[in-house]
Every structure is written in C-alpha cells, then in structure tokens.
C-alpha cells in the first residue's frame, strides 16, 4: 500500500499538492520519471561550469495566498523587486519598462509624453482590477449547475465583484476582453515598439498573434497576475516546495515512471510503474500532462466516452522553443553600453513584425525572424557561471511542434542561426563568445517533460480553454468522471507559468470530499 494519496509528477504543481495533502494528515507518495524534482522549472547545466534556472524562467507569478498557505517562506522562498524589461530596438537604446507607471515615466516621456500618461492611466486600471483577478486565479472554477447555496454564492460574487468596480471600469472591460491585443493597445499607444513590447509575453506559448480575437484577455491576465518576483527564479521555488512537502511527510521518488492509472471496480486502485512495480492508493492527484493522463495513463474504456471525446479535443500544439546560451563574458547591448539587463524583449519593432512571426506557424514553418524574451540570469545570481561569464536563457516564439520536413539537425541549425542572428543585431558579437548553447525544440519539451506537443502550459491558453473549460468541462474542477482520480497541473486553471496554485487547488478538491477507509 503506497498510502492514501498518489501524486504523479514532481514539478511545482505535484510538490504543492503533495504539500497540502501530508499537512492535513494524509501518506502521499509523489512519483516522478524524471532523475531530479521541479520539471520546466528545475535548474538545468548547460555546459560545466554554467547553470540555468529552469525551462520556465519568469518568477513573476507566485501568488502571495499560496505561498503564505503551504508555508513557504518558512522553508526559504523570498522575493525581490521585479527587474525592468529592455524592448530592444536596433540602433537605438530601446525602452527599459519598468511595470510602476513613476518608474517607467521618464524612459515613455522621451518617446511620447501622451504616453507615458496613457500607460500610467493603463496601470491604474489594471491596479482596479487585478484584485479580482487574482482570487479568480487563486480560486477553483465555480460549478456551473450549483448544488447549494455555497455554489450559488460562489458562482455570483466574481460578477458581483465585476460590478463593484463602477460602471466605466466594467464597461471598458466588457468591451475590451473580445478583443485582439493589437487593437487594444493601438488604441492607448502611439509608440511602435512599446505596442509590441507590451503585447509579446501574453501570446507567448500560445496559438495565437496580436490580430487574433480575445488575446486581450490572455493579456489582462498575465498582467493582472504578475506579482512579487521570486528570489533565485523557478529552482528557489521549487526547493521551498520540496522541503515544504517533506517536512510533512510526503515521499518523493524519482526516477519512477508511471505507465498506468489502475482501476478497480470503477475507481482508482493505484498505479503501475515501467519497471512492473505496482502501488496502491484510492486517489491519484495527476500534475502530468491532461490530455495524456485522461488517453495514455487511463486504459481505454476506463472512463464515460464524452470525457474522453473532451480529451482528445484538448489543444496542446507546441509553439515555443527554448535556447540557452553560456557566453564567455557579459551579454552587453550596443544600444545600453555598459550596462547589465537581466530581462530584454527582442521583436521587430512593429506589431505586424510580431503577427508575421505567428503566421509562420500557421504553414508548419519557423519565423525567419523570431520574437525573443530573454533573460540573463547571471546578472541577479552571478554564481551560475565563471566570473565574468554569462548565461542566457531565450524563450523563441514561434516554433510549431509539427515542423514541415521535421526537426531535423539541419532544421535545429535553422533556427538557432536565425535566434543568434536576431540577437547579434541588437549584441554585436554575440555569436563569437557562445561557450555552449542548448536548443530545446518543441518535440524536445515534448520527450523530456512530457508535455503533448510540446506545449509549455500543457493545454494551449485560449478562451474556450479557460476557467472552467480547462482542461474540459468535466475536469474543470480537479476531480475526473473516474472516482479518485484528480487532475493538478498546469493544464488546470489557473493555467501554465511559474505558479503551483493548480496543484494546490487540486489538494484542495480532495480533501474537500470525505476520506474513503
């Protein structure tokens, strides 16, 4: 008997349920195949010498109310003042953005003094809202056919909360969540490379460029969720929620691959792993991937056909690589000489360069001229490389998981000369000082993290994959039509990103239902 409590996958949404289920009392074993803990969010060497801190390496999104409820500052977690973005531009020295409307004004003013004043009143918008978006994120989805009064409550006050905002502020939002995010932010900005600039991390991992419809709201709520940013990046995270799930007692094993979720007289009975070991427990909490968990990990026939036609409708196409990059020396900006940035936009300027990167896609095809959000981890944590050496870390829009001739050595080699010749624009140089470099492509997220299609937030971020569409109708809670078995990763609200709340909320929804004996 493996205890009362199975969780799969050791990534941060598999360490937080595990978490929550040992400090209420219950014996919880967390199984991962991996040979280490985190997932996308583990530290990774690149080369000796040089580390970088994860696939996913913002550390914006930590909800303050989940790390206060699993405790994780007690186990080492802190926070630092988030690091102004540079949008780079070529010839130019760009525009360092910080996210306070004082912060950013002189940097916006040398451009356009209107706006500058358009992007303060923008932030004291989003100040209005982000409140309530944030305890819809830090919050189960309601159940939309209620079965008490506390369902009725809950599935009322989001709206009553939407109403608290005054009637402008709900007018503007009812008016501008359909909307493309170019169109949004047209509409406030005049500055080409602000526009695209600001528009860039919500599409990120998505299926979807600046034209398409409702990608403001992925935009609202990337902006309205980001928050106090994460000491040491995603592997401090991490490390605060393993010693936090061990200190309640939790087992973790790696190096332990679950081939099937067992099932005995209609229920979880417990799981078998590659090496024919089997374990016992009457609940599963799955962090894996949902469309693989619900098609591969289930057998077939296991669960009502209708849940399975929603998995199979699940999108989860890969669009994003990933490029780490050890330099024998600092990454330095022609544009900001003699300065260290540790978080750099690189586009085309234009929010049509941005579109014509997705379109790319479209026709199984990398952009020739990729969008890339960089960071250079080096320069907050200067140990995770040689004195005077760098790291740096490139999340590559767009990059489709079914490559039109495959991800070939040659098609790799493409698109990691059309990555460093981008940055060498901006980086003069640059191309010579590479130490080492690491091309994740989307099939290569795919076998490592387990991730269907590669994709980074394992079921693509769109509106009817949102809330209580994720990852399905009939999942959208945590619990599946298969009694026992529990969805908790990152395809569960409140989505993907550096933020264990779904594995969380997942804990919760089992604890909230009586223990079987």
């Given at each position: 008997m493996?205890?009362?409590?199975?969780?799969l996958?050791?990534?941060?949404?598999?360490?937080?349920?595990?978490a929550?289920?040992?400090?209420?009392?219950?014996?919880?074993?967390v199984?991962?195949?991996?040979?280490?803990?985190?997932?996308?969010?583990a530290?990774?060497?690149?080369h000796?010498?040089?580390?970088?801190?994860?696939?996913?390496?913002?550390?914006?999104?930590?909800?303050?109310?989940?790390?206060?409820?699993?405790?994780?500052e007690?186990h080492?977690?802190?926070f630092?003042?988030?690091?102004?973005?540079?949008?780079?531009?070529?010839?130019?020295?760009?525009?360092?953005?910080?996210?306070?409307?004082?912060?950013?004004?002189?940097?916006?003013?040398?451009?356009?003094?209107?706006?500058?004043?358009?992007?303060?009143?923008?932030?004291?918008?989003?100040?209005?809202?982000?409140?309530?978006?944030?305890?819809?994120?830090?919050?189960?989805?309601p159940?939309?056919?209620?079965?008490?009064?506390?369902?009725?409550?809950?599935?009322?006050?989001?709206?009553?909360a939407?109403?608290?905002?005054?009637?402008?502020?709900?007018?503007?939002?009812?008016?501008?969540?359909?909307?493309?995010?170019?169109?949004?932010?047209?509409?406030?900005?005049?500055?080409?490379?602000?526009?695209?600039?600001?528009?860039?991390?919500?599409?990120?991992?998505?299926?979807?460029?600046?034209?398409?419809?409702?990608?403001?709201?992925?935009?609202?709520?990337?902006?309205?969720?980001?928050?106090?940013?994460?000491?040491?990046?995603?592997?401090?995270?991490?490390?605060?929620?393993?010693?936090?799930?061990?200190?309640?007692?939790?087992?973790?094993?790696?190096?332990?691959?679950?081939?099937?979720?067992?099932?005995?007289?209609?229920?979880?009975?417990?799981?078998?792993?590659?090496?024919?070991?089997?374990?016992?427990?009457?609940?599963?909490v799955?962090?894996?991937?949902?469309?693989?968990t619900?098609?591969?990990?289930?057998?077939?026939?296991?669960?009502p056909?209708?849940?399975?036609?929603?998995?199979?409708?699940?999108?989860?196409?890969?669009?994003?690589?990933?490029?780490?990059?050890?330099?024998?020396?600092?990454?330095?900006?022609?544009g900001?000489?003699?300065?260290?940035?540790?978080?750099?936009?690189?586009?085309?300027?234009?929010?049509?360069?941005?579109?014509?990167?997705?379109?790319?896609?479209?026709?199984?095809?990398?952009?020739?001229?990729?969008h890339?959000?960089?960071?250079?981890p080096?320069?907050?944590?200067?140990?995770?490389?040689?004195?005077?050496h760098?790291?740096?870390?490139?999340?590559?829009?767009?990059?489709?998981?079914?490559?039109?001739?495959?991800?070939?050595?040659?098609?790799?080699?493409?698109?990691?000369?059309?990555?460093?010749?981008?940055?060498?624009?901006?980086?003069?140089?640059?191309?010579?000082?590479?130490?080492?470099?690491?091309?994740?492509?989307?099939?290569?997220?795919?076998?490592?993290?387990?991730?269907?299609?590669?994709?980074?937030?394992?079921?693509?971020?769109?509106?009817?994959?949102?809330f209580?569409l994720?990852?399905?109708?009939?999942?959208?809670?945590?619990?599946?039509?298969?009694?026992?078995?529990?969805?908790?990763?990152?395809?569960?609200?409140?989505?993907?990103g550096?933020?264990?709340?779904?594995g969380?909320?997942?804990?919760?929804?089992?604890?909230?239902?009586?223990?079987?004996?």
């Amino acid at each position: 008997m493996a205890g009362d409590a199975i969780v799969l996958g050791a990534g941060q949404n598999g360490l937080a349920a595990a978490a929550r289920l040992a400090a209420a009392g219950r014996r919880v074993v967390v199984l991962e195949r991996r040979d280490g803990v985190g997932g996308l969010c583990a530290a990774r060497e690149l080369h000796p010498g040089y580390r970088v801190p994860g696939v996913l390496h913002d550390g914006g999104l930590v909800d303050p109310e989940v790390t206060a409820r699993l405790g994780l500052e007690r186990h080492g977690l802190a926070f630092r003042a988030e690091p102004p973005v540079l949008l780079a531009e070529e010839g130019g020295p760009g525009l360092l953005l910080a996210r306070a409307p004082a912060a950013a004004a002189s940097e916006l003013a040398r451009r356009s003094a209107a706006d500058a004043a358009a992007y303060a009143e923008l932030r004291a918008w989003l100040a209005r809202l982000a409140p309530i978006v944030r305890r819809l994120l830090a919050e189960p989805p309601p159940r939309l056919a209620p079965e008490s009064l506390g369902d009725f409550w809950r599935l009322a006050r989001p709206a009553l909360a939407l109403r608290r905002m005054g009637r402008a502020d709900l007018t503007e939002l009812l008016r501008v969540a359909p909307m493309c995010v170019a169109d949004f932010l047209n509409e406030r900005f005049a500055t080409p490379l602000l526009i695209e600039g600001l528009a860039a991390p919500a599409l990120a991992g998505t299926w979807s460029g600046p034209w398409s419809a409702g990608t403001t709201t992925l935009w609202l709520l990337e902006e309205c969720a980001a928050g106090r940013f994460v000491a040491g990046g995603p592997p401090a995270l991490v490390d605060a929620l393993e010693r936090a799930a061990r200190a309640a007692g939790a087992e973790i094993r790696t190096g332990a691959e679950v081939t099937r979720v067992r099932v005995e007289r209609g229920r979880v009975a417990g799981v078998t792993l590659a090496s024919g070991e089997t374990l016992d427990a009457p609940l599963v909490v799955a962090t894996t991937d949902p469309k693989r968990t619900l098609l591969e990990l289930v057998s077939p026939g296991m669960l009502p056909l209708e849940t399975e036609e929603e998995a199979r409708r699940i999108r989860s196409r890969g669009t994003a690589a990933k490029l780490h990059l050890a330099l024998d020396g600092p990454l330095e900006l022609a544009g900001r000489p003699g300065e260290r940035l540790e978080a750099i936009r690189i586009g085309g300027g234009h929010i049509d360069d941005l579109e014509r990167a997705f379109d790319a896609i479209k026709y199984r095809a990398c952009s020739p001229a990729p969008h890339l959000e960089v960071r250079v981890p080096t320069v907050a944590d200067p140990s995770l490389a040689p004195a005077g050496h760098e790291v740096v870390s490139i999340l590559v829009s767009f990059a489709p998981h079914q490559l039109d001739g495959g991800w070939t050595t040659a098609a790799r080699a493409r698109l990691l000369d059309s990555v460093l010749t981008r940055l060498e624009r901006h980086a003069p140089g640059v191309r010579g000082r590479v130490v080492a470099s690491e091309l994740l492509a989307p099939p290569d997220l795919e076998a490592s993290f387990g991730a269907t299609g590669g994709q980074l937030h394992q079921v693509e971020p769109a509106l009817d994959q949102l809330f209580v569409l994720r990852p399905s109708p009939s999942a959208a809670r945590y619990a599946t039509a298969l009694g026992g078995l529990y969805l908790g990763g990152a395809g569960c609200h409140p989505g993907g990103g550096v933020r264990p709340t779904a594995g969380l909320l997942a804990a919760d929804a089992v604890l909230a239902r009586p223990q079987r004996s």
